[in-house]
Nanobody
């Protein structure tokens, strides 16, 4: 069982930045692909970004590519999502996820463990 705890969410003005963190409770963190998903008001959960277990491969949703950066520190069992140039449409609960299906970094089916989420609100 892997427990994931997100932090770093909050309220920010459009054009601002936030960095989300997700700490994992497993000593095998380096064997998991990690992802960020989000669910906005009255929307279904959607993929945001994913990173392979080595960090050598990253994938992004078209809507965030060039603005968001996913990274990981395997020594700290933590994955990050740096968000810049935030827009009101980025408002959502952001979820961290862990899984071992490396070909499905962009897909919820690639993940077995989920955090509780952290709220990001971008005001216009």
């Amino acid at each position: 069982q892997v427990q994931l705890v997100e932090s770093g969410g909050g309220l920010v003005q459009a054009g601002g930045s936030l960095r989300l963190s997700c700490a994992a409770s497993t000593p095998f963190f380096g064997s998991y692909g990690m992802g960020w998903f989000r669910q906005g008001p009255r929307k279904e959960r959607e993929f945001v970004a994913g990173i392979s277990w080595t960090g050598g491969r990253t994938v992004y949703a078209d809507s965030v590519r060039g603005r968001f950066t996913i990274s990981r520190d395997n020594a700290k069992n933590t994955v990050y999502l740096q968000m810049v140039s935030l827009k009101p449409e980025d408002t959502a609960v952001y979820y961290c996820a862990a899984g071992q299906r490396s070909l499905l970094l962009h897909d919820e089916r690639g993940y077995d463990y989920w955090g509780q989420g952290t709220q990001v609100t971008v005001s216009s």
